[in-house]
Nanobody, 135 residues
Framework: QVQLVESGGGSVQPGGSLRLSCEAS??????????IGWIRQAPGRTPQQREG???????????IYADSVKGRFTISLDNAKNTLYLTMNNLKPEDTAMYYC???????????????????????WGQGTRVTVSS
């Protein structure tokens, strides 16, 4: 069993920065054949309309980003601390959402993103941390 706890959300003005953290606990280190990432749900959207933001393979460190965040967001995984980070720069109002940390078996990142966008009961999920970007 894996528990994921997010932190770091808040309210910022457009152009600002935040760093989200997701601490994984419960079963020792995350398995190397897993992927972990960030999925967001904008206000007014249903769970089935969540958007995969970024993900990383636990073993290989490969990454994937949504086009909407490329060049602004950076995902990183500290395996020693079992903690996932999302550094978000140049935030825009459209980044406003609840950000969830999610982990699951499998190291095919496009498939991981597609699956986690559709199936909120697959794998392991945190409770989310809210990010609000407004002036």
């Amino acid at each position: 069993q894996v528990q994921l706890v997010e932190s770091g959300g808040g309210s910022v003005q457009p152009g600002g920065s935040l760093r989200l953290s997701c601490e994984a606990s419960g079963s020792g280190p995350l398995p190397s054949h897993w992927a972990i990432g960030w999925i967001r749900q904008a206000p007014g959207r249903t769970p089935q309309q969540r958007e995969g933001v970024a993900a990383v393979t636990v073993g290989g460190g490969n990454t994937i980003y949504a086009d909407s965040v490329k060049g602004r967001f950076t995902i990183s995984l500290d395996n020693a601390k079992n903690t996932l980070y999302l550094t978000m720069n140049n935030l825009k109002p459209e980044d406003t959402a609840m950000y969830y940390c999610a982990a699951a078996i499998g190291d095919n990142l496009p498939a991981f993103i597609a699956t986690m966008e559709r199936l909120s009961d697959f794998g392991y999920w945190g409770q989310g941390t809210r990010v609000t970007v407004s002036s």
